[in-house]
């Protein structure tokens, strides 16, 4: 299924039926009073967050919602049935908005949270409400209220707890590999991913975390250079970044450029920058990788970093086991 994580939607709630203008029609008795039911209301919108729905891909061919009617009352003072309500599913990360003025209406930051949008539209009351000592035999019945439209505006923002960031070919497709059941594709050329995975890490079985590998940054992402920093969104939510960092490509002459480069892009981004970090030399295996490694941690000794290779596992138990120990201190 595609990645889409942005989309706008029309709600609208169900009108109200209108009340009956009925009168009471019994043997003997030639001219009964008045006993128009009241029209039903119509049906509610509400939106309800979930994990089965990974992206917002459904509401780009079906993205207009409408409640149910209520039906018009009947004599002998029934009521309309109500419309139904209509609830709509929406991947749990979303955060919802009125299209038309920015107002933030919910943040659906776990699943199985409920929002109600609109109410439906008040059914019109029956000739039977309007019965009076001065007029025993009202020929009129409200119509029902009629239902409200919203536009909706719908921005998923995943649900992870650890956000891997960095350079495009640093390797982050690689690592979530190499950590988790997840498939993303890899490739020795940058942007090779374009939209956001998850993967499932399986540490202790009964502690799973979710990673998540977004596309990589580049110098000017701030201002929409390569895939830009629309992807960061993704990682928002997330309780711990990674920054991958390719050793094998480190300059000897600007040891810092790429971490640097990185760094100023998330600064810019800001909302991200208080997340505890942890730095990864990624592609140890290769030659001239340690040496490299050497040279960052010696230009950067307050940095803490660890080496890995995804490609021979080496350091990678290491680093599962430091973002558990993260995890765990940034729980609550
Ligand atoms: N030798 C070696 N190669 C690696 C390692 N990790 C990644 N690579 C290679 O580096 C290249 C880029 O890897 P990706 O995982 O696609 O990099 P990425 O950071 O996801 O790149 P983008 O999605 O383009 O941002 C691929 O050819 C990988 O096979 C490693 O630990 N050792
Ligand atoms: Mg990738």
Redesign the pocket.
Do not use: E, R, V, Y
């Given at each position: 299924m595609k990645f889409i994580d942005e989309a706008i939607i029309t709600v609208q709630s169900g009108d109200g039926g209108k009340g009956c203008v009925s009168f009471r029609r019994e043997r003997f008795i030639p001219r009964g009073g008045p006993d128009g039911g009241d029209g039903g209301n119509g049906g509610d919108v509400a939106l309800i967050s979930t994990f089965r729905k990974r992206t917002l891909f459904d509401f780009r061919f079906k993205n207009h919602f409408k409640a149910s009617n209520g039906q018009s009352g009947h004599g002998k003072k029934q009521t309309g049935k109500n419309g139904k309500d209509l609830i709509i599913e929406i991947p749990a990360g979303t955060a919802v908005s009125d299209a038309d003025t920015g107002e933030t209406l919910v943040d659906f930051d776990k699943s199985d949270k409920i929002f109600a949008v609109v109410k439906g539209g008040k059914g019109g009351r029956g000739n039977a409400r309007f019965k009076t000592s001065k007029n025993r035999s009202p020929r009129f019945a409200q119509p029902g209220q009629s239902g409200q439209t919203y536009r909706l505006k719908l921005e998923l923002k995943l649900i992870a707890d650890v956000g891997i960031i960095?350079l495009?070919?640093?390797?982050?497709?690689?690592l979530i590999r190499a950590i988790s059941s997840a498939r993303p594709k890899?490739?020795?050329y940058?942007?090779?991913?374009l939209t956001p995975n998850l993967g499932v890490v399986q540490a202790d079985r009964d502690n799973p975390f979710v990673v998540a590998?977004i596309?990589?940054l580049i110098e000017g992402a701030h201002q929409g250079a390569g895939l830009g920093i629309r992807f960061l969104r993704h990682i928002e939510r997330t309780r711990i970044l990674v920054h991958l960092i390719d050793a094998s490509e480190i300059d000897p002459e600007a040891p810092l450029k790429a971490y640097e480069t990185v760094n100023r892009e998330l600064s810019m981004y800001g909302s991200l920058e208080d997340k505890p970090r942890i730095v990864v030399l990624?592609?140890l295996?290769?030659p001239h990788s340690e040496q490299k490694s050497s040279l960052f941690q010696g230009a950067a000794k307050e940095v803490k970093s660890m080496g890995i290779?995804?490609?021979t596992g080496e350091g990678v138990e290491n680093l599962i086991s430091n973002l558990v120990e993260l995890l765990e201190k940034s729980d609550g």
């Open positions: 960095g495009p070919n640093a390797g982050k497709s690689t890899t490739g020795s940058p942007f090779t991913t590998d596309p990589g990624s592609k295996d290769l290779s995804a490609i």
